[in-house]
């Protein structure tokens, strides 16, 4: 393919030998660039013109064979009924001088062999070498002697040779000027094919339109070499007769047949071309400076070789290796020791030279190498950079190596935490192997002083709750950043785990000057977090997480901040603000290539979609956080997304689910922690829809017994009065109910919008008369406007059950309806039928309200006023009520409805549209 200029040549130098002009011709070109299979082409053209041709080819291990060459020419001349005598005469002397030491060619011998080739027959051959560079001294100096003649005897010769032959080799220099002086000799130089004859090759063996699309990439891996070319061919056949799932993309497939040819023009090569393709390899760049000092080679040499290379095309216009599959075709060959041995040499000098820390530290990596004593820090170094590159495999083995090699306790406990880190956000499941370094660390025994703290919070984490107490008794600090960093670990261990504050020693006063600004943020995210816990929602405290989430991004330094900053908003009610940030951080975590920190985000993801009444988002997202992290992965931390796994499923009534659940092992220490209780709490939620009543009330108390004793009763965190209150009411115990709900009310501030409104709602139920129908009326505002849309709907569900106990069956019924649709949107599929009996049984899901938005044809035409209220209508207020709440008269409020029926074309106030009461205009 291409190559009709040189095959034009070929036939030129065929009628030239046939005419007795003594036509020469040599054709160069790098290794695999198709010079054997253009003589293949020439041998086919002398045959179809009668041409007697003479082949020889020489051989880089027949070089010390004297007259090797000769020798070939002589035996193909035998084929053709030539007398040889006279050549395998001077053959048999110059091998038997050669048996004695004595190499060399007489001039006499010379001149037999010239002679016996002019009159030998009747037709002058046509000598064909290939490699004629590689030739014995003796065939050389024979062949320029007849070169020399050509003209007079009429011999042709076409011979073939490499490039960039080295120069050491004087009598192939000499035979080749000879060559060249010649005025009838033709140069040909073979050139890598351009994509359109990649195009011509691969469309022999596929579709037009596939060599097509498949040219330019197999293009730009090859260079053109046909060598190359063919074998990705051989490979991409390969692939598909094994049904590789690569097949449809466009990119080349290199494999076996692409290592071999690869190997094989690396091997034909000179000198040290070989060497500096693997050079090439292990540092993944040309830097002629660096492999000048790697090789030992002069400049002029590397320059050479890489022009080689180039030539051969295995490199591209920078100077790179074409294809990753090119280095490792070049290391294929070589010793694992010298492969180290080459990447400690190029870390060294890179080191030497101000490399990239990362680029050095993935020479020491593949190495396996820490000699030095600056090799600790700069991987250390390496793994931050490859952290904040989102490059976690490289971060990870960097940081292995590190603590492979370390054996200061000091060292390893300022590591381990960045190990386990790492090992978590790339993979949790593979985290507990890092785990393994604590087992050392604690067994060596950790002086005061060391940097524990993180070390210790990770023992805590994996509930590893013994090991974390006995090292935080041993603590001994002194330092403002140590007393900073125990001041912040204290914080977090009261919100994760209290039981360990006892082991931690007495706390300190903590200096706000520099050191506290350089972690200003996990600090204050902390401190916010803790406010909530603690002691309730306040503006200050959410308006500083808020601060936390907006001004920083996710990254290792800013994970433990904006996770606290965002449960203090989960925990604070504020969903509105939870839900949008933890959408942003989850979709961030994916976008990091970062699985352990999807697995969290998507846990609170899941709990925020819980408490938002968004119960299949909540199920896919607790889902997700799991596959990511099998349960032992998490530690006592998996009690958080397994209770909001166990609350969605009980809503929804997938209980055979939620059972499944309960059996997954979860370890003991978790029930000294937050997110145990929290578990413990969906558990007695699941016990209490089942009908298990007293195991609930249990569970409930020993919840309020443990927060209590932790200082974390917060309604916000486990409402467990209310659930317990719930129990009680079920089992007819009103006034126990009423004194739970109520101290749950005592205990919340303002802002605890979703909270007040489910304790609302419980006491609304324990109540009678009027004070009962406010509670019910003021938890569903509430709920309304906290956005929790499932315990919206169960307090329209109590509102309709109240009405109807007060004679008010037509609101009943319209309350009754719209608690069954809200709550079939969300998915509580048991709360719908209980709210509305055969709700199960209809063929056809209702639309979601929220995807029924007013604003529809009818519903534009109502004005605002209207639109006011109708809403509050829909929802079950009375005429005076909504007078009430709109400051209006009660006549106002009827005119308005009247004017809504008859542009909604309904007749009463049941017959409202459900969705009108999702409507937001009377917010203001």
């Known amino acids: 393919m291409e190559r009709e200029t040189e095959t034009a040549h070929l036939r030129a130098v065929l009628d030239a030998s046939s005419a007795r002009e003594g ?7 790098p290794a695999g660039s198709g010079k054997t299979e253009l003589l293949r082409e020439l041998l086919r053209l002398a045959a179809e013109r009668n041409v007697p041709v003479w082949a020889a080819r020489a051989l880089p ?15 193909s001349a035998e084929g053709g009924d030539v007398d040889t005598a006279p050549a395998r005469a001077v053959l048999d002397a110059v091998t038997e001088r050669a048996a004695h030491g004595r190499v060399t060619l007489e001039a006499d011998e010379t001149y037999t062999l010239h002679d016996w080739l002019r009159g030998a027959v009747r037709r002058k051959p046509l000598l064909v070498i290939d490699d004629v560079m590689l030739a014995d001294t003796a065939s050389l100096r024979f062949l320029r002697h007849c070169v020399a003649h050509s003209d007079q005897d009429g011999t042709g010769f076409v011979v073939t040779e490499r490039s960039y032959t080295r120069a050491d080799h004087a009598d192939y220099r000499s035979f080749r000027a000879e060559l060249i002086r010649q005025r009838h000799c033709r140069n040909m130089w073979l050139a890598g094919l351009p994509p359109s004859g990649i195009e011509s090759v691969l469309t022999a063996h596929y579709e037009s339109a596939s060599a097509r699309r498949l040219a330019p990439a ?13 074998a ?19 990119a080349p497939i290199p494999g076996g047949a692409f290592a071999h040819a690869v190997l094989d023009c690396l091997h034909r090569t000179e000198g040290g071309v070989l060497e500096t393709a693997r050079w090439l390899a292990v540092l993944g760049h040309a830097d002629p400076a660096l492999l000048e000092r790697l090789t030992g080679a002069t400049g002029q040499t590397v320059e050479r070789d890489l022009q080689e290379l180039a030539a051969i095309g295995l490199l591209d216009g920078d100077g790179a290796l074409r294809h990753p599959a090119i280095g490792e075709a070049a290391l294929q060959e070589l010793p694992t020791a010298d492969l180290a041995a080459m990447h400690g040499a190029a870390a060294e000098l890179l080191y030497q030279a101000g490399a990239e820390e990362h680029v050095v530290a993935r020479h020491l990596l593949a190495g396996d190498l820490t000699n030095g004593t600056w090799t600790l820090p700069l991987l250390e170094r390496g793994a931050q950079q490859a952290l904040f590159e989102d490059r976690l495999d490289d971060a990870f083995r960097f940081l292995e190596l590190a603590v492979r090699s370390s054996t200061d306790n000091a060292e390893l406990a300022r590591l381990a935490p960045h190990l386990v880190a790492a090992s978590w956000r790339r993979n949790p499941n593979m985290t507990t192997r890092a785990l393994t370094l604590f087992d050392q660390l604690l067994g060596s025994g950790l002086e005061p002083g060391q940097p524990v703290l993180p070390l210790i919070r990770c023992l805590v984490w994996y509930g590893r709750l013994p090991e974390a107490a006995d090292a935080l008794s041993k603590l001994r600090v002194g330092s403002e950043s140590e007393n900073l960093e125990l001041a912040m ?15 931690l020693p007495p706390e300190a006063d903590i200096d706000r000057g520099p050191v506290q600004v350089r972690l200003a943020a996990r600090y204050t995210a902390l401190q916010a977090q803790s406010r909530v816990l603690h002691r309730g929602p306040d503006d200050a405290s959410v308006a500083q997480a808020e601060q936390i989430l907006q001004s920083s991004r996710l990254s290792e330094e800013t994970y433990e901040a904006v996770e606290a900053a965002l449960l203090a908003l989960v925990y604070a009610d504020r969903l509105d603000r939870a839900l949008r940030w933890s959408d942003e951080l989850l979709a961030a975590a994916v976008e990091r290539r970062s699985p352990g920190w999807e697995a969290v985000f998507a846990a609170i993801r899941g709990l925020v ?19 990511h992290a099998q349960p032992e992965s998490w530690g006592l931390v ?23 659940v309960l059996r997954q092992p979860v370890p003991d220490t978790m029930f000294d922690s937050r997110p145990g209780v929290e578990y413990m709490h969906a558990r007695g939620r699941y016990w209490l829809a089942t009908g298990r009543l007293h195991a609930a009330l249990g569970e409930f108390m020993l919840c309020g017994e443990l927060l209590g004793s932790w200082n974390l009763d917060q309604p916000s965190i486990v409402p467990w009065r209310t659930s317990a209150a719930e129990v009680y009411l079920r089992l007819g115990n009103r006034q126990k109910a009423r004194v739970l709900a109520e101290s749950q009310l005592a205990l919340l501030r303002p802002g605890h919008i979703r909270t007040r409104g489910l304790t609302l709602r419980v006491l ?35 509102m309709s059950r109240h009405q109807q106990s007060m004679g008010e069956n037509d609101r009943a019924r319209m309350t009754a309806r719209l608690a069954s649709d809200m709550a079939w949107a969300c998915g509580a599929y048991p709360l719908a039928e209980e709210s509305l009996p055969g709700r199960s049984r209809l063929k056809a899901k209702p639309v979601p309200p929220e995807l029924e938005l007013p604003g529809g044809e009818d519903v534009a035409r109502l004005s605002d006023a209207e639109r006011r209220v109708a809403a509050l209508a829909a929802r079950g207020l009375t005429n005076r009520q909504v007078a009430r709440r709109l400051c209006v008269t009660v006549s106002t409020v009827e005119q308005h409805l009247t004017r809504v029926y008859r542009k909604l074309n309904v007749t009463r106030r049941v017959d409202l549209p459900a969705y009108l009461a999702q409507d937001q205009s009377d917010t203001a």
């Open 23 to 29: 036509a020469l011709a040599v054709i160069s070109g």
């Open 489 to 503: 670990t204290r914080m977090w261990l009261a919100g994760l785990c209290p039981p360990l504050l006892e082991s």
């Open 232 to 250: 990705l061919i051989q490979d991409r056949d390969a692939a598909r007769s094994a049904s590789f799932p690569a097949l449809d993309d466009d």
């Open 61 to 75: 291990g027949e070089r010390d064979l004297p007259l090797g060459v000769v020798g070939q020419l002589v035996r």
């Open 218 to 230: 197999y293009h730009a891996a090859t260079g053109g070499n046909p060598l190359l070319v063919r």
């Open 764 to 798: 609304a139920e324990a109540v009678d008369g009027q004070q009962a129908e406010r509670f019910h009326a003021e938890a569903v505002d509430l709920l309304h406007e906290s956005g929790d849309r499932l315990e919206h709907a169960r307090a329209l569900a109590c």
């Open 638 to 660: 998996v009690g958080a997304p397994l209770s909001s796994l166990l609350l969605a499923c009980t809503e929804v009534g997938a209980y055979e689910q939620a059972e499944r």
């Open 609 to 627: 979609a819980l408490r938002c009444g968004d119960l299949p988002t909540a199920r896919s997202r607790t889902e997700r956080a799991l596959s």
